[in-house]
């Protein structure tokens, strides 16, 4: 006797967007909770091939895992003490750079009101309301807050990796128990196709970023742009945010340019900033980055930001490997193909 009941396409789409609702507001709850782990367990993947290898040279689990880790967290405070010390003389130019940048700001006002004539006292007031709203927005509470958990996150993060990579065989037989035996080989394939998602895509940003570090930082040398190599390695980082990463690091760069340089460098940023993308977009990311997370480009720009409305910037670096997962996930169960199939990139054959 089928018990399963069959409710018409109208009353399912509202306990379909009532059920989306309630995850991205658990989501959002947990998100303290959530982002470290998920974030660990990415990077314990990643990590796991070297514990495999100190394993396979007769070397204590433990141990094996634990110089993995710290191996891993030496390289990541390297390159935050790069970015802290040339913040730290970057911040030393901050007065030049303000005087500079309301000089720029009455000339730009004044090319605006002779070109638009509108008058010069209603662009200021416009100007100190949007500062004014800034400033109200900008919670020290809040702030504080963030900055606790952003500690928290950093000392719970290397033991969340380590107890994943030890107890990894567990996780992996509980996910297995979860379902029949006759799923087995499905839910080995959903797992082996997660480790290599999330692999090959950490992997191929983290080359895409030392690349196009360099290409930043040697464009913005040539022109003569102070603290090129900070500048880069930031347009680099924002640049592993899918899509609104370019935009923000291109803004930054052609503002500084507009506050230091003549104003004819700000055309020469955006002309070097669109090369740059140009060169990622069509020989980086397609070779050593979407060569496995085949997810389309309205997905990936709808998921990022989702990602980031929910959990913030972790959310948007988070956003294209879990989605990519998720696709796995539709690809292997048949009544969510049609889902695996909107996910992906691959357009249907012309009738």
Known sequence: MN?????PF????????????????????????????????IFAVLLNPIV???EAKKINKFIAITFTVFIGLLII???????????????????????????????????????????EARIESWIKETQKNQIEQFKIGEKINSFGNIMITTVLLPIYMIMILYYKPLLLEFIKRLFNARDFIAVEDVLLNTKKIIQSYVIGLFFEFIIISILNSLGLLIMG?????????????????????AIIAASIYMIIAFITMPPIFVL????????????????????IVASRVQINALISIISVIIGGAI???PGMFLSIPLIAIVKVICDHVESLNAW????????????
């Open 225 to 245: 742009i102070r603290y090129a190599f900070l500048l880069g390695v930031i347009g680099a980082l924002l640049n592993l945010i899918p899509y609104l990463g």
């Open 3 to 7: 018990n399963q009941l069959n409710f």
């Open 10 to 41: 109208y009353a399912r789409l509202p306990l379909i967007f009532i059920s989306l609702f309630a995850i991205i507001y658990a989501l959002y709850i947990a998100q303290d909770i959530l982002t470290p782990i998920l974030m660990a367990t």
């Open 77 to 119: 405070s390297g390159l935050l003490f790069f970015l802290i010390s040339q913040a730290t003389s970057f911040s030393d130019t901050l007065p030049f750079l303000k005087v500079k940048f309301d000089k720029s700001s009455s000339e730009l006002i004044a090319w605006i009101v002779e070109k638009t004539h509108i008058k």
């Open 311 to 313: 959990w913030g910037i």
């Open 268 to 287: 020469y940023i955006l002309i070097m900033y669109v090369i740059i993308q140009f060169l990622d977009n069509n020989f980086l990311i397609p070779r």
């Open 52 to 54: 495999n290898y100190l």
């Open 340 to 351: 695996g199939f909107l996910l992906g990139d691959k357009l249907p054959d012309k009738p």
